[in-house]
């Protein structure tokens, strides 16, 4: 089946630094990646689509200059949180599809991001 | 949430019973899918049914759809303590992004 990573699977940083999260899709070629943040004890929000080799869609209220992505490649997706606070806290998980208009999202396992 | 509400917020049932989790949504969508969550891991994929559906079987689960109501419902038959988990809906509207409701979590008590 499809599989999807995410590096790293935890990481701890500064208040003020900048944290970069790969999202990989190991055997096959996504076109559409996903962007998720989750808080303790609630649900997936979905942050923003990230199409390649194109400027991502972001979710209302999610701020593109704070949480830049770019997805260079068919196998992979980044997120980056720029000038992390502690309320950036949380679980970021990607998704990706084999093609456009498929039903299949393929989640991968997360990251789970602490500011201090 | 962004899409809808599910309820229970929290279930917790004997081994062996059925659990029913319910899940409403505010818009036309394509299809609604089910997910599981283990606590702080990522999601595995239950079940898909489509607009045009009514019912689903798979193994254990049993999903149905009301699009109508906007609802759905994932029933889990003769649960195990395995089935542990958060539970979550999530709609597709036909551009490909999912929204997911607040979700169901699930103890199943040995």
Request: aromatic share 8%; hydrophobic share 30%.
């Amino acid at each position: 089946g499809a599989v999807v990573s995410q590096h790293p699977s935890r990481v701890i940083c500064k208040s003020g630094t900048s944290v970069k999260i790969e999202c990989r899709s190991l055997d096959f070629q996504a076109t559409t990646m996903f962007w998720y943040r989750q808080f303790p004890k609630q649900s997936l929000m979905l942050m923003a689509t990230s199409n390649e080799g194109s400027k991502a869609t972001y979710e209302q209220g999610v701020e593109k200059d704070k949480f830049l992505i770019n997805h260079a490649s068919l196998t992979l997706s980044t997120l980056t949180v720029t000038s992390a606070h502690p309320e950036d806290s949380s679980f970021y998980i990607c998704s990706a599809t084999l093609t456009s208009g498929s039903y299949e999202q393929y989640f991968g396992p997360g990251t789970r991001l602490t500011v201090t | 949430s962004q899409q809808g509400e599910e309820d229970p917020q929290a279930l917790s049932i004997q081994e062996g019973e059925n659990a029913t989790m319910n899940c409403s949504y505010k818009t036309s969508i394509n299809n609604l899918q089910w997910y599981r969550q283990n606590s702080g891991r990522g999601l595995v994929h239950l079940i898909l049914i489509r607009s045009n559906e009514r019912e689903k079987h798979s193994g254990r689960l049993r999903v149905t759809l009301d699009t109508s109501k906007k609802s759905s419902s994932l029933l889990i038959t003769a649960s195990r303590a395995a089935d542990t988990a958060s539970y979550f809906c999530a709609t597709d509207r036909g551009g490909n992004q999912f929204y997911f409701g607040t979700g169901t979590s699930l103890t199943v008590i040995p």
